[in-house]
């Protein structure tokens, strides 16, 4: 399930923020010393009891922990330790990985679970706080990006030099073993917030990172470039078993330094298996499985020569080869099968019904009929995928039973949502006595569907739930009513289209259905004739998909793109309650319905409503070219190429699928529109999913007719190979389009010659650099390309070498591979009061640098204004005047004639290459820089002017309305509301007036959005016909026409 769905799919109660499905309601730690230790208690459904210590480990304590507010969990002591408490204990169990937010989000399991008395009650021991350091962005508690708390503030930890010496001292003060790898963060897994720490040195002794030297001289942090730290501690090492069809069964994975590898099967055996399903909680072992048999993993391969003894608490503890080292290839990875590995099916049945069986211990055994709810016999039907209701099959005569029962006194309940959730008697080999006291049911109702890899919940590759596991369906004669029916089942509105061979990849496991042959009034997929439930031999390459229509409307308004939210939930259409919508969900809805959010009128009580804007390209010779008109509230105009770049261009195109801009003529390239010319101005940074997440303007904006109309000529598709996770799409993780799928690229090897092939395959200029990503920056999907050697001329990566020897792939460790081409170079204006004033910043090789004031002068400036969107250049600011940044200082001697398009294409030193410090940087402020101030008010009341091309000017308040006023007072901090004070005298106006018919609307939520006549000295001839303002509501300012220090405004450079 979505993001958005799981958000809107909640009980549509505007009162209470809880889902009645989640019955454990509260937790507790009792009778221990200080609050955060104790016997664990949890709440269900209003009575307070223990939890069994049966399967209670770190993991889960370390969640708990956290969701109590008290840090991490240092032990679980058990044998009562804090007392036997009272009242039931509970028999669930949990199987946290560690880094959940609460207990509520973790895995859940009680069938089969042994009795408990309250000597065997849970416990932990908390940390009782989360202390003044902590790693985020890992995959554990004890790896990922270092911060420090400062005056109750979590801050970055900044460092020119970073080593094990200071890894160290952060591992022993997170209590979290030994260091295994200190790094820095250089590209997308920088941290965004406030800056904690910078400069740091330890000997590698020392108790707590604050106890190391924190006040290196200036001299030191300025010789070098401070970034984000990083490490990864030996207590973040986790196991885990992947591919199988339960988490007690997979191939054997270990998380290690940011990353999970896979174990060489070279000895494997049972003794090796059994400390795996040990450490896990799933008991002994079955099975130790060999030569990739749950499948090939990829990226390292942590462990060779594994020779435990059985005795190990974890893995890495027993004997075996150096750490990281081995000669196996991942078709030698190791796997195991655990005696409480379990499964459920319907013995010798093809068609839903029949004797009940489980698998536990290795063996499948009968399930005793005693005590059984017909909610057990549901949850059974919908495990098997055999629908979500059923019977008891009680017409069997009377015979004696052979077969041993694995489970009897099965008693699922309204609170459980999944078989393996219900109460029943322990595992142990029972005798049902009578035929009759079996589980013998009948399943009716639709198998589950899903729908896979579509990138939402209305599209994808088909699968289908059958026996408990989950295949595909061919594609062989698939078509529209076969589509109609599965959007149908799934609330996804009606069928666009039907997909065939793979569409959205290939599939694993069985394919179950083929020659579907739907006439398209079923109401499930297993209602259609086919051939008979499989697996039938029809290759994956031949799956079926869908796209469907969502499942979202709106309803009630101008057109199909406002209204109010409603969802398709069991089989309604349902209105969403607005206490939870917010703009971020609201981005979701337009995007399920291809459109962006503009405004949200609230007048339905309980239901939110939502705006869309749409979005089109006309009068091209192609869909992905062509004039660019939007519908704002139903009305369709064009839009104003007069701020119109290529960035904004960039995500429309992506917006429209239609892959990158490649130009933006103008001149009225695509003819003359027709209707309204749209004066916004977007100012995107070209990362957005779409136009509606950029920045708007439309204050002032001068007159624009349909000689002006902007377009767009797109690149008409994503292309084979795409750029992820950088700050552009010329730079970022490589990914290759492969059968409909986008798949990750590895490499052993990854060097300037393989990224060129890239950076011109994209268009995206020359290649700056070639990384691996070796730590939290890697992809999680599937792998699109593995190995790939490249001359440097070639026209496309897949013109390369890709079918290198099996031994070369073997010798290495394939890493995620990225790029970073001279075309991801952007500029910015950072620290100041809006987008064009600050300090100037730019985007090269994954990372923000500034520019050194060294020459800096208003011929330098002019071009950042001009490259920004930004008018002319007031005022060239030099000695950090806009604060000091961080990181690189890309540029120095910087000499430009004013004539450049772009910073870098002036004459300057060296590209990175500088005898400056941060103290040094360098800013602008351009003409286009806008402000608002109340002329000498300190009450939120007076006169009200606005600077702009350098100098204040009043507002005249003619077709001034109320909203205008109140935009005003928020732009001001000086509340949400306010009015015009008319109780002025006749008197002549010396001052000039830079705006006037200022019309804010309903439409606009920012002062800076409102359209008004274009900017230039109007006189508002009449004191009266200024703009005095009275501001009431909650102000956020003490002094609202005081800024913040900054240079001086229509100041001029010394």
Same mark, same amino acid.
């Given at each position: 399930?979505?993001?958005?769905?799981?958000?809107?799919?909640?009980?549509?109660?505007?009162?209470?923020?809880?889902?009645?499905?989640?019955?454990?309601?509260?937790?507790?730690?009792?009778?221990?010393?200080?609050?955060?230790?104790?016997?664990?208690?949890?709440?269900?459904?209003?009575?307070?009891?223990?939890?069994?210590?049966?399967?209670?480990?770190?993991?889960?304590?370390?969640?708990?922990?956290?969701?109590?507010?008290?840090?991490?969990?240092?032990?679980?002591?058990?044998?009562?330790?804090?007392?036997?408490?009272?009242?039931?204990?509970?028999?669930?169990?949990?199987?946290?990985?560690?880094?959940?937010?609460?207990?509520?989000?973790?895995?859940?399991?009680? +069938?089969?679970?042994?009795?408990?008395?309250?000597?065997?009650?849970?416990?932990?021991?908390?940390?009782?706080?989360?202390?003044?350091?902590?790693?985020?962005?890992?995959?554990?508690?004890?790896?990922?990006?270092?911060?420090?708390?400062?005056?109750?503030?979590?801050?970055?930890?900044?460092?020119? @030099?970073?080593?094990?010496?200071?890894?160290?001292?952060?591992?022993?003060?997170?209590?979290?073993?030994?260091?295994?790898?200190?790094?820095?963060?250089?590209?997308?897994?920088?941290?965004?917030?406030?800056?904690?720490?910078?400069?740091?040195?330890?000997?590698?002794?020392?108790?707590?990172?604050?106890?190391?030297?924190?006040?290196?001289?200036?001299?030191?942090?300025?010789?070098?470039?401070?970034?984000?730290?990083?490490?990864?501690?030996?207590?973040?090492?986790?196991?885990?078993?992947?591919?199988?069809?339960?988490?007690?069964?997979?191939?054997?994975?270990?998380?290690?330094?940011?990353?999970?590898?896979?174990?060489?099967?070279?000895?494997?055996?049972?003794?090796?298996?059994?400390?795996?399903?040990?450490?896990?909680?799933?008991?002994?072992?079955?099975?130790?499985?060999?030569?990739?048999?749950?499948?090939?993993?990829?990226?390292?391969?942590?462990?060779?020569?594994?020779?435990?003894?059985?005795?190990?608490?974890?893995?890495?503890?027993?004997?075996?080869?150096?750490?990281?080292?081995?000669?196996?290839?991942?078709?030698?990875?190791?796997?195991?099968?655990?005696?409480?590995?379990?499964?459920?099916?319907?013995?010798?049945?093809?068609?839903?019904?029949?004797?009940?069986?489980?698998?536990?211990?290795?063996?499948?055994?009968?399930?005793?009929?005693?005590?059984?709810?017909?909610?057990?016999?549901?949850?059974?039907?919908?495990?098997?995928?055999?629908?979500?209701?059923?019977?008891?099959?009680?017409?069997?005569?009377?015979?004696?039973?052979?077969?041993?029962?694995?489970?009897?006194?099965?008693?699922?309940?309204?609170?459980?949502?999944?078989?393996?959730?219900?109460?029943?008697?322990?595992?142990?080999?029972?005798?049902?006595?009578?035929?009759?006291?079996?589980?013998?049911?009948?399943?009716?109702?639709?198998?589950?569907?899903?729908?896979?890899?579509?990138?939402?919940?209305?599209?994808?590759?088909?699968?289908?739930?059958?026996?408990?596991?989950?295949?595909?369906?061919?594609?062989?004669?698939?078509?529209?009513?076969?589509?109609?029916?599965?959007?149908?089942?799934?609330?996804?509105?009606?069928?666009?289209?039907?997909?065939?061979?793979?569409?959205?990849?290939?599939?694993?496991?069985?394919?179950?259905?083929?020659?579907?042959?739907?006439?398209?009034?079923?109401?499930?997929?297993?209602?259609?004739?086919?051939?008979?439930?499989?697996?039938?031999?029809?290759?994956?390459?031949?799956?079926?998909?869908?796209?469907?229509?969502?499942?979202?409307?709106?309803?009630?308004?101008?057109?199909?793109?406002?209204?109010?939210?409603?969802?398709?939930?069991?089989?309604?259409?349902?209105?969403?309650?607005?206490?939870?919508?917010?703009?971020?969900?609201?981005?979701?809805?337009?995007?399920?319905? @291809?459109?962006?959010?503009?405004?949200?009128?609230?007048?339905?009580?309980?239901?939110?409503?939502?705006?869309?804007?749409?979005?089109?390209?006309?009068?091209?010779?192609?869909?992905?070219?062509?004039?660019?008109?939007?519908?704002?509230?139903?009305?369709?105009?064009?839009?104003?190429?007069?701020?119109?770049?290529?960035?904004?261009?960039?995500?429309?195109?992506?917006?429209?699928?239609?892959?990158?801009?490649?130009?933006?003529?103008?001149?009225?390239?695509?003819?003359?529109?027709?209707?309204?010319?749209?004066?916004?101005?977007?100012?995107?940074?070209?990362?957005?999913?779409?136009?509606?997440?950029?920045?708007?303007?439309?204050?002032?904006?001068?007159?624009?007719?349909?000689?002006?109309?902007?377009?767009?000529?797109?690149?008409?598709?994503?292309?084979?190979?795409?750029?992820?996770?950088?700050?552009?799409?010329?730079?970022?993780?490589?990914?290759?389009?492969?059968?409909?799928?986008?798949?990750?690229?590895?490499?052993?090897?990854?060097?300037?010659?393989?990224?060129?092939?890239?950076?011109?395959?994209?268009?995206?200029?020359?290649?700056?650099?070639?990384?691996?990503?070796?730590?939290?920056?890697?992809?999680?999907?599937?792998?699109?390309?593995?190995?790939?050697?490249?001359?440097?001329?070639?026209?496309?990566?897949?013109?390369?070498?890709?079918?290198?020897?099996?031994?070369?792939?073997?010798?290495?460790?394939?890493?995620?591979?990225?790029?970073?081409?001279?075309?991801?170079?952007?500029?910015?204006?950072?620290?100041?009061?809006?987008?064009?004033?600050?300090?100037?910043?730019?985007?090269?090789?994954?990372?923000?640098?500034?520019?050194?004031?060294?020459?800096?002068?208003?011929?330098?400036?002019?071009?950042?204004?001009?490259?920004?969107?930004?008018?002319?250049?007031?005022?060239?600011?030099?000695?950090?005047?806009?604060?000091?940044?961080?990181?690189?200082?890309?540029?120095?001697?910087?000499?430009?004639?004013?004539?450049?398009?772009?910073?870098?294409?002036?004459?300057?030193?060296?590209?990175?290459?500088?005898?400056?410090?941060?103290?040094?940087?360098?800013?602008?402020?351009?003409?286009?820089?806008?402000?608002?101030?109340?002329?000498?008010?300190?009450?939120?009341?007076?006169? +009200?002017?606005?600077?702009?091309?350098?100098?204040?000017?009043?507002?005249?308040?003619?077709?001034?309305?109320?909203?205008?006023?109140?935009?005003?007072?928020?732009?001001?901090?000086?509340?949400?509301?306010?009015?015009?004070?008319?109780?002025?005298?006749?008197?002549?106006?010396?001052?000039?007036?830079?705006?006037?018919?200022?019309?804010?609307?309903?439409?606009?939520?920012?002062?800076?959005?409102?359209?008004?006549?274009?900017?230039?000295?109007?006189?508002?001839?009449?004191?009266?016909?200024?703009?005095?303002?009275?501001?009431?509501?909650?102000? @956020?300012?003490?002094?609202?026409?005081?800024?913040?220090?900054?240079?001086?405004?229509?100041? @001029?450079?010394?």
């Amino acid at each position: 399930m979505s993001e958005l769905e799981d958000q809107l799919k909640r009980p549509q109660s505007c009162t209470s923020r809880y889902d009645p499905s989640a019955f454990f309601t509260g937790f507790r730690l009792v009778n221990g010393s200080r609050g955060c230790e104790g016997r664990v208690e949890v709440d269900v459904e209003g009575t307070w009891g223990t939890l069994c210590e049966w399967h209670w480990d770190l993991l889960d304590a370390h969640v708990l922990c956290r969701h109590l507010n008290c840090g991490f969990a240092e032990s679980v002591p058990g044998g009562g330790h804090f007392g036997r408490g009272t009242g039931p204990v509970w028999r669930d169990s949990f199987h946290c990985a560690g880094t959940e937010a609460q207990l509520g989000q973790c895995p859940v399991s009680s +069938l089969g679970a042994s009795l408990c008395s309250h000597e065997q009650d849970a416990a932990v021991i908390c940390s009782a706080g989360s202390g003044s350091l902590r790693l985020v962005g890992g995959g554990s508690r004890c790896d990922g990006r270092v911060e420090i708390l400062r005056r109750g503030t979590w801050g970055r930890v900044l460092a020119e @030099q970073w080593h094990l010496q200071e890894a160290s001292v952060v591992c022993r003060q997170l209590r979290c073993g030994e260091a295994e790898a200190a790094y820095t963060l250089p590209k997308a897994g920088r941290g965004q917030g406030p800056v904690g720490l910078r400069g740091v040195r330890c000997a590698g002794h020392e108790a707590s990172l604050q106890l190391c030297n924190t006040s290196l001289p200036q001299s030191v942090l300025a010789a070098g470039i401070a970034e984000d730290v990083g490490v990864s501690c030996s207590g973040s090492r986790q196991v885990r078993l992947a591919e199988g069809r339960g988490r007690c069964e997979g191939r054997v994975e270990i998380y290690s330094q940011g990353s999970w590898g896979s174990v060489c099967d070279d000895s494997w055996d049972l003794a090796d298996a059994s400390v795996v399903c040990q450490q896990l909680g799933c008991g002994g072992a079955l099975q130790a499985v060999g030569s990739a048999g749950f499948g090939a993993g990829s990226g390292h391969i942590w462990l060779d020569g594994v020779n435990c003894s059985g005795a190990e608490a974890a893995l890495w503890e027993c004997p075996a080869g150096p750490w990281g080292q081995h000669d196996c290839g991942h078709k030698e990875d190791a796997g195991v099968i655990c005696s409480e590995f379990v499964a459920l099916r319907l013995e010798k049945s093809s068609n839903c019904s029949g004797r009940l069986q489980v698998f536990y211990n290795g063996t499948w055994g009968n399930v005793c009929s005693n005590s059984m709810t017909p909610r057990t016999v549901s949850l059974a039907c919908k495990e098997l995928g055999c629908g979500d209701t059923g019977d008891l099959d009680t017409n069997l005569p009377y015979a004696r039973v052979s077969a041993a029962a694995w489970l009897d006194r099965v008693q699922c309940g309204e609170r459980n949502s999944s078989f393996w959730q219900c109460p029943s008697a322990p595992w142990h080999l029972h005798s049902c006595e009578d035929l009759r006291d079996e589980a013998h049911i009948i399943c009716h109702g639709a198998a589950e569907v899903r729908l896979a890899d579509g990138g939402r919940h209305c599209a994808g590759r088909v699968e289908v739930k059958h026996e408990g596991q989950w295949g595909t369906v061919c594609g062989l004669s698939w078509d529209m009513k076969d589509a109609a029916v599965v959007c149908r089942q799934l609330g996804c509105g009606s069928a666009l289209e039907a997909h065939s061979n793979a569409h959205f990849g290939p599939g694993s496991g069985p394919v179950w259905m083929n020659f579907v042959q739907c006439d398209g009034s079923e109401p499930a997929l297993s209602d259609c004739t086919h051939n008979g439930w499989g697996p039938h031999y029809c290759d994956h390459l031949e799956d079926a998909g869908v796209t469907c229509s969502g499942f979202i409307q709106l309803v009630g308004g101008d057109s199909t793109c406002s209204g109010r939210v409603e969802i398709h939930d069991k089989k309604k259409w349902k209105p969403v309650c607005a206490s939870d919508f917010d703009l971020r969900a609201a981005n979701v809805v337009c995007r399920e319905l @291809q459109g962006s959010p503009r405004t949200q009128p609230c007048s339905h009580a309980d239901a939110v409503g939502v705006t869309c804007t749409q979005y089109r390209l006309v009068n091209g010779s192609r869909g992905c070219e062509g004039r660019v008109e939007v519908d704002v509230e139903g009305t369709w105009g064009t839009l104003c190429d007069s701020h119109w770049d290529l960035l904004d261009a960039h995500v429309l195109c992506r917006h429209l699928n239609c892959g990158f801009a490649e130009s933006v003529p103008g001149g009225g390239h695509f003819g003359r529109g027709t209707g309204p010319v749209w004066r916004d101005s977007f100012h995107c940074a070209g990362t957005e999913a779409q136009l509606g997440q950029c920045p708007v303007s439309s204050l002032g904006a001068s007159l624009c007719s349909h000689e002006q109309d902007a377009a767009v000529i797109c690149s008409a598709g994503s292309g084979s190979l795409r750029l992820v996770g950088g700050g552009s799409r010329c730079d970022g993780r490589v990914e290759i389009l492969q059968r409909g799928t986008w798949g990750r690229v590895l490499a052993e090897q990854w060097h300037l010659q393989e990224a060129s092939v890239v950076c011109r395959q994209l268009r995206c200029g020359e290649a700056e650099a070639a990384y691996t990503l070796p730590k939290a920056e890697r992809g999680q999907g599937p792998v699109g390309l593995r190995g790939v050697r490249c001359a440097g001329h070639e026209a496309s990566l897949q013109l390369c070498n890709t079918s290198l020897p099996q031994s070369l792939l073997s010798a290495g460790i394939a890493e995620d591979v990225g790029v970073a081409c001279s075309g991801s170079r952007q500029v910015r204006l950072a620290g100041g009061r809006g987008r064009c004033e600050g300090r100037v910043e730019i985007y090269s090789q994954g990372s923000w640098g500034s520019i050194c004031d060294d020459s800096w002068d208003l011929a330098d400036a002019s071009v950042v204004c001009q490259q920004l969107g930004c008018g002319g250049a007031l005022q060239a600011v030099g000695s950090a005047g806009f604060g000091a940044g961080s990181g690189h200082i890309w540029l120095d001697g910087v000499n430009c004639s004013g004539a450049e398009a772009a910073l870098w294409e002036c004459p300057a030193g060296p590209w990175g290459q500088h005898d400056c410090g941060h103290k040094e940087d360098a800013g602008v402020i351009c003409s286009e820089f806008v402000a608002l101030r109340l002329e000498n008010s300190s009450n939120c009341s007076g006169r +009200l002017q606005v600077f702009y091309n350098g100098t204040w000017g009043n507002v005249c308040s003619n077709s001034m309305t109320p909203r205008t006023v109140s935009l005003a007072c928020k732009e001001l901090g000086c509340g949400d509301r306010g009015y015009l004070d008319t109780n002025l005298p006749y008197a002549r106006v010396s001052a000039a007036a830079w705006l006037d018919r200022v019309q804010c609307g309903e439409r606009n939520s920012s002062f800076w959005q409102c359209p008004s006549a274009p900017w230039h000295l109007h006189s508002c001839e009449d004191l009266r016909d200024e703009t005095h303002i009275i501001c009431h509501g909650r102000s @956020q300012l003490s002094d609202p026409h005081i800024f913040p220090s900054r240079p001086q405004l229509g100041s @001029q450079q010394q």
